[in-house]
């Protein structure tokens, strides 16, 4: 029990900052924290922390999965229901896939991609503005929505904005990446 009430305690610590993994980075950790110790066997003297980026050593491969989905519109049935399985797969067995060929220009998803980067490394106290708890909200920014209720921490932060069916207005977009998510 003791062991829970810790976790408990250091997962409130931490989300109590709406800082963020970006926040233990600016406050400078060079270790991995306990709450987001997933693999207990890990030998966690392996897991280095350079800049903002996190690395195994040594480092392994590994391949996405890769969704194309040109043709799936025009009434292929045959290719429609093999993307299908394609997700279902990656989404079963592996929680992630990449999608290929969707339609959105290559510029606008680098863009996007630009301007959620600079989001996350704004000063902690720009996104504070954004990170809720609160379930409902058009535009979020929190780490690890399942914070409380996870057996392990995900080393991740993330914004959000739900655009469908009633997208959000701009102002409650970030400002640093508004005119790019509105575009997307």
């Not at 900052?17 to 970006?22: E, L, P, W």
């Not at 959000?160 to 990446?177: A, D, H, Q, R, Y």
Request: proline share 6%.
């Amino acid at each position: 029990m003791e062991a829970t009430r810790d976790r408990t305690s250091e997962l409130k610590a931490f989300d109590d900052t709406k800082a963020g993994v970006n926040g233990l980075l600016d406050a400078g950790v060079t270790t991995i924290p306990r709450i987001f110790h997933a693999f207990p066997t890990l030998d966690h003297n392996q897991v280095l922390i350079r800049g903002r980026e996190v690395m195994m050593m040594p480092s392994s491969v590994f391949q996405f999965p890769i969704i194309d989905l040109p043709g799936i519109t025009h009434g292929n049935s045959a290719l429609r229901d093999e993307v299908i399985e394609k997700v279902r797969h990656a989404c079963q067995k592996l929680g992630f896939f990449q999608v290929v060929n969707h339609g959105i220009p290559v510029n606008v998803l680098d863009e996007v991609i630009r301007g959620i980067r600079e989001f996350h490394e704004q000063d902690s106290e720009l996104k504070k503005e954004f990170y809720t708890r609160i379930s409902g909200k058009k535009v979020y920014y929190q780490s690890n929505y399942d914070l409380y209720q996870a057996s392990s921490t995900n080393w991740r932060d993330t914004l959000g904005c739900f655009m469908v069916p009633n997208p959000p207005k701009p102002e409650e977009l970030p400002t640093i990446c508004r005119d790019i998510v509105i575009e997307y």
